[in-house]
């Protein structure tokens, strides 16, 4: 009987021992660093990983094109799910992998860090959260092949640029034409990330360098953030980063001949993310792994960026916070705000490069003159990077931004990207600035499911609105201000309207026949001796003008009651 119950206590504390989670290993590992996790495989893996660990939360976010949910991955040391870290006080990270899923370093490199953390030391965690978007443009990532990417040293299969659309997903941050985007643009308001990476392989000139990196243009950045940028993050990530043999530059932003002597900073415009999250006030980050080096050592490259970013957040998390803040608060309370910038051709940098000598042979091919650079000739010479901008384009901020209903494109995504819309609840008339389109440019060719306008420029009035119920009111004064007014001010240069958004108010819906219209222009001239005075000056002035009688009958249409006042008005109106 005792022998009974002493093999019923041992049973006992046998099914009470729970056995040791087994530390997942990643197929990048498996092969030894020459194949990268598809689709499946790998939310296969981080399902895996999830059930192995308290530390690391997988959820659904929104929706895709490709019809698959975006998911998300959260590692923290108390095992918060995503939802719930906005209020944790901690410095969050948010890396976005596998937008160009041909690019797949981070891929794997975030499927490893999270598991490494979770598994070992986590004091990196003490005062950080890392949220990873394991990939992004799902569709390009089910659409594997081994031939797109002609430029690039592995891995063996990798995804395609384009999305479920065709859609370059890095060009889609604020037109927001995919369900990828909506689910990004979402999860960043829910979130509130300090710090935002995305992880890319470059394409360009060859050099030394395994990392380069394109961090949020500090200038455009701007205020408190932007100088803590320049001067203290982006030499401490340089530092972490020399000290794990990961020395790195900034982006090599060159194409075409030799890369000689100099280059210059990336312009971020808000389409993509490094300057989407300029206008939110985080923290941007895109890692440029070289396209010539191999997929083994881009992925560790990408490790290291990622860890040292980690630790630099946990190290200072407080700095972060407080230059974040201050930077709201300014924006809140700004009275002129940038809208475009240009480069500084003046002010560049010196620093050693990490090159190779280039020169010039026959080509195999074509039997003309072709250049190639020399790897077995490393060179370590002098070059200027021209790293600064100055603003080309400010506007005065309004108290309020009025944009008239029925334009739902925007209506959507002003909210999808945390902008509050007030509807007006009566009619009434109001005296504002409106906008009137004097001119612009569009390109020839369709640029992402767009013919994108530019050099636009805006004529603005005082006109007295009747404004309806249901219209939106959008007051200022709120951290999202940099946000409302690139994207409504249409000489910006990735304002909604350059984007084609409102491009139904630059078309006529009414017109006349010249025979019915033809007496009652000349009854406006014979009532109206003011037009009439302007009318003759015209002529007198303009000989072309003189000698054209539909020009002359277009000119009397135009300043008379049944000219539409919509044709070529910005339905956004703006109140001082």
Request: charge should be negative.
């Amino acid at each position: 009987m005792k022998k009974f119950l002493f093999l019923v206590m041992v049973a006992g504390f046998i099914s009470w021992d729970k056995p040791t989670p087994k530390k997942p290993v990643t197929l990048f590992e498996t092969s030894n660093g020459t194949q990268s996790a598809s689709y499946h495989e790998g939310i296969q893996w981080w399902k895996s990983l999830a059930s192995s660990t308290e530390n690391v939360q997988i959820a659904e976010f929104g929706m895709t094109d490709a019809g698959y949910p975006l998911h998300v991955i959260t590692l923290s040391k108390e095992g918060y799910s995503f939802d719930k870290i906005k209020d944790s006080h901690k410095t969050i990270i948010l890396i976005n992998n596998a937008i160009h899923p041909g690019e797949p370093d981070g891929v794997d490199a975030s499927m490893m860090l999270f598991r490494d953390v979770a598994f070992g030391n986590k004091k990196a965690l003490d005062s950080c959260i890392v949220v990873c978007i394991p990939y992004y443009n799902i569709g390009g990532a089910l659409n594997r092949n081994s031939h797109s990417r002609a430029n690039q040293d592995g891995p063996e299969e990798y995804g395609f640029r384009g999305n479920a659309q065709n859609l370059d997903l890095n060009r889609d941050f604020v037109k927001c034409d995919s369900r990828n985007a909506e689910s990004f643009a979402k999860l960043l308001q829910v979130i509130d990330p300090d710090m935002y990476i995305e992880t890319h392989v470059s394409n360009g000139a060859d050099y030394q360098y395994t990392m380069t990196y394109l961090a949020t243009q500090p200038d455009k950045l701007g205020y408190s953030m932007g100088t803590y940028l320049r001067s203290t993050l982006i030499p401490e990530m340089n530092l972490k980063m020399t000290a794990k043999n990961q020395t790195m530059v900034p982006y090599v932003n060159h194409w075409g001949g030799p890369l000689k002597d100099d280059y210059a900073t990336f312009y971020d415009s808000p389409r993509y993310s490094s300057g989407l999250t300029t206008l939110h006030n985080m923290y941007g980050f895109v890692t440029e792994t070289h396209m010539l080096k191999p997929f083994k050592q881009r992925v560790e490259a990408t490790y290291d960026f990622l860890r040292s970013a980690m630790e630099f957040c946990n190290e200072n998390s407080a700095s972060l916070k407080q230059t974040r803040a201050a930077q709201k608060a300014y924006i809140a309370q700004a009275k002129v705000l940038p809208i475009d910038w240009t480069l500084d051709k003046i002010r560049a940098d010196k620093f050693t490069f990490k090159g190779y000598e280039y020169g010039y042979k026959k080509s195999d091919v074509t039997g003309e003159e072709r250049l190639f650079y020399d790897t077995q000739k490393p060179i370590d010479k002098t070059m200027s990077y021209y790293g600064y901008m100055s603003p080309s384009s400010q506007k005065d901020k309004p108290k309020a931004y009025l944009l008239r209903r029925g334009f739902i494109d925007v209506e959507e995504r002003l909210r999808w990207n945390g902008v509050s819309l007030q509807e007006l609840q009566h009619d009434t008339v109001l005296k504002v600035l409106a906008y009137k389109m004097a001119s612009y440019e569009t390109v020839k060719s369709p640029y992402e499911k767009h013919y994108l306008h530019h050099t636009s420029k805006a004529v603005e009035d005082t006109v007295l609105w009747h404004f309806k119920k249901g219209d939106y009111l959008i007051n200022t004064g709120t951290d999202k201000d940099r946000f409302i007014l690139e994207l409504l001010e249409p000489e910006s240069p990735d304002s909604y309207f350059n984007w084609n958004f409102f491009d139904a108010i630059l078309q006529q819906k009414e017109h006349y026949s010249d025979y019915v219209f033809e007496d009652k222009a000349a009854s406006m001239l014979s009532v109206n001796s003011e037009l009439r005075l302007a009318f003759e000056q015209k002529k007198q002035n303009e000989p072309q003008f003189a000698g054209d009688a539909e020009a002359q009958l277009e000119w009397i249409y135009a300043h008379s009651a049944h000219y539409e006042k919509e044709y070529n008005r910005l339905p956004v109106f703006k109140i001082y």
